[in-house]
């Protein structure tokens, strides 16, 4: 019974999370709409992540080194690079969990 309740919790939890995508996808297609130019959408997308972090209390560049040692083949430290928002945010879902 608890390998259901487990599989249940999991569905739960992936369903919030996709959610979540959701909503910020609208969002994403509301700056694209607005602004027509994803290299736009991209930078704004990147203030607002930072602007969180930093209310967090967070550092946003110390995030990023921080990636960078973990797979430096993977990443480019450039700020209007979406892998750097989504390194952000991934650190800020777990640091709200």
């Known amino acids: 019974m608890e390998i259901d309740v487990r599989i249940t919790e999991t569905l739960v939890s992936i369903n919030d999370v996709t959610l979540k ?3 910020e996808l609208e969002i ?3 700056f694209v709409k607005e602004n027509g130019h994803l290299h736009t ?3 704004t997308a990147n203030e607002v992540l930072s602007k969180k972090a930093h209310g967090m209390g967070l550092n946003v560049a110390d995030i990023i080194n ?3 040692h973990k797979s ?3 990443f480019e ?3 209007l690079d979406p892998m750097t928002s989504t390194i952000v945010t991934e650190k800020l879902e777990l640091m709200n969990n």
């Open 41 to 43: 959408v991209v930078g």
């Open 72 to 74: 430096r083949s993977e």
């Open 66 to 68: 921080e990636s960078e």
């Open 77 to 79: 430290a450039n700020l």
């Open 28 to 30: 994403i297609e509301g």
């Open 21 to 23: 995508i959701k909503k």
